[in-house]
């Protein structure tokens, strides 16, 4: 077994539980692991600190126990188990919602893991080499502990490090799927396309966030930017808005949000749909709008963009503050996780202060529940939300 020896005093952040160690950290690798390999990380000392899967970069062990016994079949059932026990346990799992994530990688304890359910189909997905190579146990352990998933679908193809030279495929690990299959998500459905989607085919991340933009729908005008499937879209006209106007720069995105829509509104004429880019629909479009959605992609995936990041940021709520009529309520988000929350709400401050509007926030919003953070791993918080109240 592969020993990875640890600097003078780097074992702190362990001793907290943190579970990522830095390649700065170690002093001495005893062995030569391939990546994903499990290894062990001690002390100067030779003390024990946790199990980990090695991986080739900044982050050089993502800490799977740190318990000594090693029994790895129970640790995999040990902590699905967990996670499915706290999604039940919050209520989030019943007649009116099958769909919602299962494991949040370090918020529960398996870090390098995404699996989202769909009712019968969890979806899998590897950020980790050690995981990708453990991808068939997981799958046995997910049917194992969770009783209505019968199919396993893995899709790892563009979140597996690419220098790992894996050449893998997605595919089902246990059953066979060929059927166009339609989640429900606090009552209402949406097609779910875990093939060629992004992500693991829907974003679950804003469920509670769509329910209150729900709340402040009726009578409303709504524009929803950055679509996708067209979720906050679906809520809003179900929220008895007036009108709503949802707007992606992909086509398929754009036919996936009207695919919905007609799923719980069939020929409901409250909806408009566009292909087209976000900054160019909001400098045409001279309509103003009651309520704005703002939920794009990462702006910034690595430390590196951080600063364009911002500006884009800015200058993205800057549109769409001016695109609001007075008295109106922006609904704004950033899922990049390296920036801060605190870097956010500034981008945010500086666009509403151009704008010499009076803007007071409503809501701080979040992730939900099954998107746990890990409290010794704050970097797992990740979406960050803002509802303004504009004048």
């Not at 799992?93 to 995404?114: A, F, M, V």
């Not at 707007?247 to 996936?256: E, M, N, P």
């Not at 364009?308 to 993205?316: D, H, S």
């Amino acid at each position: 077994m592969t020993s990875i020896i640890l600097k003078p005093k780097k074992e702190a952040s362990l001793l907290r539980f943190h579970p990522w160690v830095f390649s700065g950290a170690i002093q001495q690798i005893n062995g030569k692991p391939e990546e994903g390999e499990l290894v062990q990380v001690l002390d100067q000392q030779s003390n024990f600190l946790a199990w980990g899967h090695y991986q080739i970069g900044s982050i050089a062990v993502r800490i799977v126990s740190f318990d000594a016994s090693l029994d790895l079949k129970h640790i995999w059932l040990d902590k699905i188990s967990k996670a499915y026990q706290l999604r039940k346990a919050i209520g989030l799992i019943s007649n009116k919602n099958n769909t919602y994530r299962l494991i949040h990688g370090e918020g529960d304890g398996l870090p390098g893991l995404i699996v989202d359910v769909y009712d019968d189909t969890a979806v899998m997905q590897a950020h980790s080499v050690g995981m990708h190579l453990i991808r068939k146990d997981l799958a046995a352990a997910l049917v194992a502990v969770v009783s209505e998933v019968n199919n396993v679908f893995y899709k790892s193809e563009t979140t597996l490090p690419y220098k790992a030279e894996l050449e893998q495929e997605d595919g089902y690990l246990i059953g066979t799927e060929t059927r166009d299959y339609i989640a429900k998500e606090n009552d209402l459905q949406f097609r779910v396309d875990w093939l060629s989607g992004q992500k693991t085919g829907f974003f679950i991340d804003q469920r509670e966030n769509r329910s209150l933009l729900e709340h402040y729908a009726a009578g409303k005008s709504v524009l929803n930017m950055f679509c996708y499937t067209g979720g906050f879209s679906v809520y809003a006209m179900r929220g008895d808005a007036s009108l709503v106007h949802s707007v992606d720069s992909s086509a398929k995105a754009i036919a996936l949000t009207d695919k919905n829509v007609a799923l719980n509104f069939p020929n409901d004429k409250r909806h408009a749909s566009f292909a087209e880019d976000a900054f160019k629909f909001l400098n045409t479009n001279e309509q103003k709008y009651d309520i704005i959605v703002l939920d794009p992609p990462a702006f910034a995936k690595h430390r590196e963009a951080v600063r364009n990041a911002l500006k884009g940021y800015k200058r993205l709520n800057a549109k769409g503050i001016e695109a609001i009529k007075p008295g109106g309520i922006l609904f704004t988000f950033s899922c990049s996780q390296v920036i801060t929350k605190e870097q956010f709400r500034l981008a945010v401050f500086s666009a509403a202060a151009e704008s010499g509007r009076n803007v007071r926030i409503l809501h701080q919003l979040s992730q939900p529940a099954d998107h746990p953070i890990n409290i010794y791993h704050p970097e797992g918080e990740y979406l960050k939300g803002l509802v303004l109240w504009v004048e």
